[in-house]
């Protein structure tokens, strides 16, 4: 007689947890183990689980059943049907074939019926990581720190520290870094609990670009485990566990200048449309930036075709005069992620990297971005 187990849900509520354990499964896969969606049914209650061996994603839903089963289903094939459905009562029913580990998924609505291929596994037994470090966050606030960072990682596969964010834990701040080499961003927000002594871990800018997508709670909490190598994010019923980079990231402090003469105040605004604009003139990307006076003069030409642009802002400066270039994406990039109507913009030398931070009464560097200039025909 064939083993057969079911349990009943709606489209939609099974929709949500797999599409959130799906980020997890990579595109192409020659390992059959990760291009499933891992069902765990107990009464009442199915967790999934998708993972890629480096981070898994785990989330529970409510179904009706009182039976107990392991299965896995393709990811992509589950979730296709998924979507393609109307919100509708869904019965699934397993059935293993005999002396097996291979069985059927029968899937019943009010319209049709469905055959998927499964897979019976063991019971999914999760290594527990001994955690000693949680926190936890306004998930407003968390996700605000990753914004303001994550585009500044690098591609670079050769460079894997600088493919994720620097998270800096001291005192009750936590502090966000990323770099690629051109430009730099740190990021400082309050926690609510004191770290006496300092951490460092480095999370994958992926993993942390998946939590973007998926946070639909309150809060989120952090947890680091005790040998900083794996960090697991918890938010309402989201379970996100990931490796950490272990490689050590570059010493930042070091590229951060202290000794900027010159500074301009400007509404963010402005320099920004400003640099959309006139940086579309380019040939190569580059936009050049001359301040006399309390003018600030942006520039940029196309050579080959005859084209040009150039534009006057109304500024506060105080300094010599100065020419520098940027490539306009990075500076186009380090004022979007600027929220406050003023922004400062400290400068040394045409050759100096330059910061943008907000503009604030007090000496407040909660947000800083620096920018390395690029060399210009004068």
Do not use: W
């Amino acid at each position: 007689m064939l083993e057969q187990m079911k349990f009943t849900t709606s489209i939609r509520q099974l929709q949500d947890p797999v599409n959130k354990v799906a980020q997890a499964i990579p595109a192409k896969t020659m390992d059959p183990r990760f291009e499933n969606v891992h069902l765990s049914i107990a009464p009442g209650c199915l967790t999934l689980f998708g993972t890629d061996g480096e981070l898994s994603i785990t989330s529970k839903s409510d179904v009706d059943t009182v039976d107990s089963a392991n299965i896995g289903i393709n990811a992509r094939l589950l979730q296709d049907f998924l979507r393609s459905m109307y919100d509708t009562s869904v019965v699934f029913t397993i059935e293993r074939q005999e002396i097996s580990d291979h069985g059927i998924v029968h899937i019943s609505t009010d319209k049709g019926k469905y055959k998927i291929a499964c897979l019976f596994e063991s019971k999914m037994e999760k290594y527990e990581k001994n955690y000693d470090i949680s926190l936890e966050f306004q998930t407003a606030e968390f996700l605000d720190l990753i914004q303001k960072t994550i585009f500044a990682c690098s591609v670079d596969g050769m460079r894997p520290a600088m493919m994720g964010i620097l998270f800096e834990l001291e005192g009750n701040t936590i502090t966000g870094v990323s770099t690629d080499g051109h430009r730099l961003v740190r990021c400082r927000k309050s926690i609510s609990i004191d770290i006496p002594e300092k951490q460092k871990i480095v999370v994958p800018a992926r993993v942390l670009s998946i939590l973007q997508k998926l946070s639909q709670y309150e809060s989120i909490t952090m947890f680091l485990d005790s040998d900083r190598r794996f960090v697991r994010f918890i938010s309402g019923n989201l379970i996100l566990d990931a490796s950490l980079i272990v490689e050590p990231y570059p010493n930042y402090d070091a590229v951060i200048p202290v000794e900027h003469n010159k500074y301009a105040i400007i509404e963010r605004s402005l320099i920004y449309d400003s640099v959309r604009r006139v940086g579309r003139f380019s040939s190569i990307g580059d936009i050049k930036m001359v301040i006399e006076g309390q003018i600030m003069k942006l520039s940029a030409e196309n050579i080959n075709d005859g084209e040009a642009a150039q534009e006057e802002l109304p500024c506060m400066y105080s300094g010599e005069d100065i020419i520098i270039g940027f490539n306009s994406k990075f500076i186009e990039a380090a004022l979007a992620h600027l929220d406050d109507k003023e922004i400062r913009i400290e400068l040394k030398s045409p050759t100096t990297a330059v910061i943008f931070k907000p503009n604030l009464e007090i000496e407040d560097n909660r947000l800083i971005i620096l920018v390395m200039p690029v060399r210009i025909n004068n």
